[in-house]
């Protein structure tokens, strides 16, 4: 499975940006699509994640209630709408995929990451 995410850019903190992640490939594999993020000098880590089958979402405290991740199944596409974004949500955010079915996106299918920059 290929992943290919776009929608990364430069926002006042209190603004919007949404990020898309298109896959390709044997994408009837795929079990579940996640976004992890990493700043700079930290590690990566999970911001939300959405069952390929179902509606199950799961999200990073620090996110909650400010982003939300969607899915376009037909599209093969899952998107994360980020609301008022802070200062600390800075970072080159990364989708990926779950291949296994155990939520394991380490030994899944990653993009390219994203920059996302948000400004004080």
């Known amino acids: 499975v290929q992943l290919q995410a776009s929608g990364g850019g430069l926002v006042q903190a209190g603004g919007s940006l949404s990020l898309s992640c298109t896959a390709s490939?044997?994408?009837?594999?795929?079990?579940?699509m996640g976004w992890f993020r990493q700043a700079p000098g930290k590690e990566r880590e999970f911001v939300a994640a959405i069952m390929w089958s179902g509606m199950s979402t799961y999200y990073a405290d620090s996110v909650k209630g400010r982003f939300t991740i969607s899915k376009d199944t037909a599209k093969n596409r899952v998107y994360l709408q980020m609301n008022n974004l802070k200062p600390e949500d800075t970072a080159v955010y990364y989708c990926a995929a779950d291949l296994s079915g155990n939520m394991d996106f380490l030994d899944g299918s990653w993009g390219q990451g994203t920059q996302v920059t948000v400004s004080s």
């Open positions: 490939g044997r994408t009837g594999s795929v079990y579940a």
